[in-house]
């Protein structure tokens, strides 16, 4: 089982900043690649961006070069970070963060997530 808890989420104006952090917790071993997820009000949950377990990383064209991925590796938890820079609007949703590939299993238990708001 791999638990996961993310924070760092809150209110903020258009342009402006925050962090988001996630600690993946218990089966450890298993988590290889890491995405954070978000989802909007009535909309699917959609993947933004993605770090390999050596560090490379992938995004959304929605948040290319703003978004930044990265990651920890310690030896109990797996810290994985979204630095979030000149948000929009359109980036409020609550997100989340996974293993990508334990990701696509029915059923499988997410986080609480933690909700980001961008006021315009």
């Known amino acids: 089982q791999v638990q996961l808890v993310e924070s760092g989420g809150g209110l903020v104006q258009s342009g402006g900043s925050l962090r988001l952090s996630c600690a993946a917790s218990g089966s450890i071993f298993s988590i290889k690649d890491m995405g954070w997820y978000r989802q909007a009000p009535g909309k699917q949950r959609e993947l933004v961006a993605t770090?390999?377990?050596?560090?490379?990383?992938?995004?959304a064209d929605s948040v290319k070069g703003r978004f930044t991925i990265s990651r920890d590796n310690a030896k109990n938890t797996v810290m994985v970070y979204l630095q979030m820079n000149s948000l929009k609007p359109e980036d409020t949703a609550v997100y989340y963060c996974?293993?990508?590939?334990?990701?696509?299993?029915?059923?499988?238990?997410w986080g609480q997530g933690t909700q980001v708001t961008v006021s315009s």
């Open positions: 770090v390999s377990s050596g560090g490379s990383t992938n995004y």
């Open positions: 996974n293993d990508i590939v334990r990701a696509l299993i029915r059923g499988v238990s």
